[in-house]
């Protein structure tokens, strides 16, 4: 199973194993379900799949036996009087405009990690981090984060500050338009430590293991609001760390690639928008040196397509002062690849990528050359190293 | 008492509901509901969400009759109904 990458797709679960110097997949679970992540837990070696049935709803499912059987999971549910501001209307009296209120319910898993000793932690949307200490047996929404001042404040006691300043994302199920939680990095150094990232508001970090939070996003630059620097309105797409060097963390933007040398605090843009080296989902960080990082670019967002009909890697080894086209394997023709959040991962020197075009992509030698491992998979949704 | 039948789907995730004869103590929806979970637990969250409402992609019928409250689930079961749970289809 160490190794093995599991894949996550439209249509179920795929485990991918090496056989004889090449990557073979098998379809190890969840035939026919929307699974939108799957990973390991690296305590435990329980592999956890993230699954969004069309007619039944979010399932959190797990495998004992590295993905030979799968059981529904204990579910995550939104605790009674869980509720968000989803929007304004007018005052009938002409007055302010009141919020609206909505009672929260799972619409989708989006995302797993996992902390200290037998913590894990799942991203949803309605934005929500559900925290469970039992090595998964039950989970908890972390109030602090849900009641956080930049979303309107504590709506279990009261009516908050009426107002938000977390927008929807285009990912929501059941076309509502609610906040979404897809990254989740907690301190290899200290599981005190956590970041999380939001579509739409931005990166969070908590030092006090979940107990209160502040917005990390100074030198964040949006596209799309009056005050392009406004604390709130970003759009990280995702942000991944160094695991040897946490203060090294990378963030794949709707509106850049940006990069922290200083663990979140401040921000630089590291795009070049010439080099096609902007738009795109998914980052990779390499495991010992923070300095080095791959995306796959995508041409704008108002395409999000590959560029040029080309798909290609972006690497940078000097923290995105220059980044280099890898396209070795790659097809360089009619290519309408789009590569989501959570599907680029490495491991090591090896880094895999998988298209919502089913394509699967393997690179044993940190992205100079790459195999196809599978042209015909269903959109995958989530690439990860076991 | 009311008999309820599950879509064939429903299956595919509480295999030993199969070929079983879903009788339910219940005089009503949300009655009949608990009754299946007491059968098999889980169920509920897949016909339901955690407020207790239908899911918006679930479809109940009582005989040929569409339910109306698939909020409150209040909806009056008869001894003799059928209560059908059902994947609703929006075309496609």
């Known amino acids: ?386 | 008492m009311p008999r309820v039948e599950l879509t064939r789907h429903l299956f595919a995730f509480f295999p030993h509901l199969t070929h079983r004869d879903l009788e339910v103590e219940a005089s009503t929806v949300r009655e009949a509901i608990a009754a299946l979970e007491r059968l098999a637990p889980g169920i509920a969250f897949y016909i339901c969400d955690e407020r207790g409402s239908l899911r918006p992609h679930v479809n109940v019928f009582i005989g040929d009759e569409r339910v109306v409250d698939r909020k409150g689930l209040t909806d009056r079961l008869r001894p003799n109904d059928r209560l059908f749970i059902l994947q609703a289809l929006s075309g496609g």
Request: negative net charge; aromatic residues 10%.
């Open chain 1, 1 to 386: 199973m160490h190794g093995s990458i599991l894949v996550a797709t439209r249509k179920g679960t795929f485990i991918v194993e090496r056989s004889n110097g090449g990557w073979k997949p098998r379809l190890a679970g969840h035939v026919g379900a929307c699974v939108n992540f799957v990973a390991r837990d690296p305590a435990t070696g329980t592999l956890w799949a993230l699954l969004g049935h069309g007619h039944w709803g979010a399932k959190l499912s797990r495998s004992r036996d590295g993905g030979n059987t799968w059981e529904d999971a204990p579910q995550i549910t939104y605790p009674e009087g869980a509720r968000y501001i989803d929007g304004a209307e007018p005052s009938p009296d002409g007055g302010a405009a009141r919020p609206t209120f909505k009672p929260a319910t799972l619409l989708k898993l989006w995302c797993i990690a996992f902390g200290g000793p037998g913590e894990v932690y799942v991203g949803t949307i309605p934005g929500g981090l559900f925290v469970s200490r039992d090595g998964g047996e039950s989970f908890t929404l972390n109030r602090g984060l849900w009641n956080h001042p930049s979303r309107g404040g504590d709506l279990f006691a009261g009516e908050g500050t009426g107002v938000t300043h977390w927008f929807g994302t285009p990912a929501s199920e059941g076309g509502e338009f609610a906040p979404g939680i897809h990254s989740i990095v907690v301190d290899p150094r200290d599981p005190k430590r956590i970041l999380v990232a939001v579509s739409t508001a931005g990166v969070l970090e908590s030092t006090d293991g979940g107990e209160t939070w502040r917005g990390r996003n100074e030198g964040m630059r949006n596209d799309y609001l009056p005050d392009q620097a406004a604390e709130w309105g970003h759009d990280p797409h995702l942000i991944e760390i160094c695991r040897a060097a946490p203060d090294h963390v990378w963030q794949q933007n709707h509106c850049g690639v940006f990069y922290s040398e200083d663990g979140a605090r401040t921000w630089k843009d590291v795009s070049r928008p010439s080099e096609g080296v902007r738009f795109g989902f998914p980052v990779a960080v390499d495991e010992h040196d923070g300095r080095t990082a791959w995306i796959v670019p995508g041409r704008s967002d108002e395409q999000r397509m590959a560029i040029d009909g080309g798909l290609f890697v972006a690497r940078t080894e000097d923290g995105g002062e220059s980044w280099t086209p890898l396209r070795h394997g790659l097809p360089q023709e009619h290519a309408y690849d789009v590569v989501y959040r959570h599907a680029l991962h490495n491991r090591g020197d090896v880094l895999a990528f998988g298209s919502t075009t089913g394509n699967l992509f393997v690179s044993d030698d940190r992205g100079e050359h790459w195999s196809v491992v599978a042209h015909h998979l269903p959109p995958i949704h989530a690439v990860r190293f076991a």
